[in-house]
């Protein structure tokens, strides 16, 4: 199942349901919007990730034939209420503590009203992405309990990225693979970044010993460095708190951020790039640069990056080669 919530992670959601369509059983996706704009260029299976809080969403569900998570009691009740068990995902809390019943009620709510129905057995992990946080060994445990008192038909799931590539064991009967697809996921170089964050050089100048660059003159100069101006900032959805020292490429060679980014413009210093000129590009991250490094180096994650590309920056989507 491949996850494309939050416009496919950025990347535009109805070029790579063009794309990808033939090589997946199904999308999820947590917005009903965006369920109905799959739903018009594809059959596959399409998972509601948090269900639905209303009979008109319950309605659409319905009639568009989307799977629905669903993950307490009152959306159970919404069900109920409709009479509508088809494709649903029963999502059990095992650790992380953010949707999904618990253990016990879950046991209640099959005893009651589970034991003759069909649905999936979902949940979702915590810390996938390290495989010596012991939290997903309690995950596992808990899950494998739950399993153990439902019929062996029950299909389940609850492996994301991070589980996929780190217990492939857990892989089950549904995948759910959303930053591996994108190439965002940390621990996997095999995995290449999509998508390209790049602008242009638009002035380069010297700056002079004991000087100080950008908002609040964050840094001042102990020698002369020559500063380049690009043409991005946090109103591109480069997040104002990027640090000194941040990684970009420029013409294939690493420059490094200067001074606190503006709403339009980022400060570096380029002063050991031969040959760097005013309309060369700056990439951000990109397929030969990995997206990695500007999230590690900052402590944020890849996701964030992606996601947050402000409607203001030209995107080009480009199959690929
Ligand atoms: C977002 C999401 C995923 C995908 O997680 P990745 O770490 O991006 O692979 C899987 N399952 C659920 C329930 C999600 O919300």
Redesign the pocket.
């Known amino acids: 199942m491949a996850?494309v919530?939050s416009n496919a992670?950025g990347h535009n959601l109805k070029n790579l349901i063009y794309d990808i369509d033939n090589l997946v059983d199904g999308y999820?996706v947590?917005r009903i919007s965006e369920a109905n704009l799959i739903r018009k260029v594809s059959k596959k299976k399409i998972l509601l990730?948090q269900g639905v809080y209303s009979s008109r969403d319950l309605k659409s569900a319905k009639k568009n034939n989307y799977d629905l998570?669903v993950h307490d009691q009152l959306q159970f009740d919404l069900l109920e209420k409709h009479n509508f068990f088809k494709n649903i995902w029963i999502k059990v809390n095992t650790g992380m503590n953010r949707l999904g019943f618990n253990n016990k009620d879950f046991k209640r709510l099959f005893d009651k009203s589970l034991f003759d129905k069909d649905f999936i057995l979902?949940s979702?992990l915590a810390c996938?992405?390290n495989p010596k946080d012991n939290l997903n060994n309690i995950q596992f445990s808990r899950f494998d309990k739950v399993a153990s008192i439902i019929p062996k038909r029950i299909k389940k799931s609850i492996a994301?990225?991070?589980c996929l590539i780190n217990f492939p064991e857990f892989s089950f009967d549904w995948v759910?693979?959303?930053?591996?697809i994108y190439g965002g996921h940390f621990s996997d170089d095999a995995l290449i970044t999509a998508m390209t964050l790049r602008s242009r050089i638009v002035s380069i100048r010297k700056v002079q010993p004991n000087e100080r660059v950008g908002y609040g003159g964050r840094r001042k100069l102990s020698k002369e460095i020559k500063i380049a101006n690009v043409y991005i900032g946090y109103a591109d959805g480069l997040p104002s708190s990027l640090a000194d020292g941040t990684k970009v490429m420029i013409n294939n060679q690493e420059a490094t951020l200067f001074g606190k980014v503006s709403m339009d413009l980022v400060t570096l210093d380029v002063t050991n790039i031969s040959n760097c000129n005013v309309g060369d590009w700056c990439e951000f991250f990109s397929p030969n640069f990995s997206i990695k490094n500007i999230a590690q180096f900052n402590n944020q994650i890849t996701?964030d990056f992606m996601t947050k590309i402000s409607p203001r920056v030209k995107r080009i989507y480009k199959e690929l080669d």
């Open positions: 996850i919530k992670y999820g947590v990730m998570v979902m979702h996938s992405d994301n990225t991070g759910r693979c959303g930053i591996g996701y």
